[in-house]
């Protein structure tokens, strides 16, 4: 039962280059998000998930991209990536709506350069 | 807007002593309220969790308050040891139909000196 994996760990980018931070997840839960981890400003929701086919914004959603196809998987597309996405990126999950814990997986260090 | 705020930003105990953390929320109109831990480089491990209609709950040397009332959580670890050295991090949850969020604090970050 590995929980909320996400890949790559650590990923470094050019200015306007694109990638995929991968999170998948092996515990059925409903709800996915990701969040922002940036010294001083704390975690931040950039976008979220309430089941497979349907997403929504957080707080922070500009230059980011999602889709939920399956229940496991949630992945964060960065179009054009910016010196300003240099951040931890973490996935998280939560069974239901107002309950439960939520989950987080590891992290990933994203540099932009 | 919800507002989260933890204080002090850091802080050092000897060990053995208890440690007490305080978290702050301005509208009391939360659905539950989580303590994480953080280690340096790593993600967020849930401590304890607290349903809104809840006072407290306890976890090993692990005790959290709630007072929704006052707007405030306590996390209190007992006998603290030197593996208690990390970043507390307290989050609510908000009401609203269909929205996952959560407004997390800052964090403590905490070292227990041997």
């Known amino acids: 039962n590995a929980g909320v994996t996400q890949t790559p760990k650590f990923q470094v980018l050019k200015t306007g280059q694109s990638m995929t931070l991968q999170c998948a997840q092996d515990?059925?839960?409903?709800?996915m998000s990701w969040y922002r981890q940036d010294p001083g400003m704390g975690l931040r929701l950039i976008h979220y998930?309430?089941?497979?086919?349907?997403?929504d914004q957080g707080e922070v959603p500009n230059g980011y991209n999602v889709s939920r196809s399956t229940t496991e998987d949630f992945p964060l597309r960065l179009l054009s990536a910016a010196p300003s996405q240099t951040s931890v990126y973490f996935c998280?999950?939560?069974?239901?709506?107002?309950?439960?814990?939520?989950?987080f997986g590891e992290g990933s260090r994203l540099t932009v350069l | 807007k919800q507002e989260v705020t933890q204080i002090p930003a850091a802080l050092s105990v000897p060990e053995g002593e208890n440690l007490v953390l305080n978290c702050s929320f301005t509208?009391?109109?939360?659905?539950?309220l989580q303590w994480f831990r953080q280690d340096p480089g790593k993600g967020l491990t849930s401590l304890l969790l607290i349903q809104s209609s809840q006072r407290e709950q306890t976890s090993g040397r692990l005790n959290a308050s709630l007072d929704k009332s006052s707007g405030r959580s306590t996390l209190y670890i007992a006998a603290s040891q030197p593996g208690d050295s990390a970043t507390y991090l307290c989050a609510v949850r908000l009401p609203s139909y269909g929205n996952n969020r959560l407004a997390f604090g800052k964090g403590n970050q905490v070292v227990v000196i041997p």
């Open positions: 998280a999950t939560n069974p239901g709506l107002g309950v439960g814990e939520l989950f």
């Open positions: 509208d009391s109109a939360i659905y539950n």
């Open positions: 515990m059925n839960h409903e709800y």
């Open positions: 998930s309430v089941g497979a086919g349907i997403t």
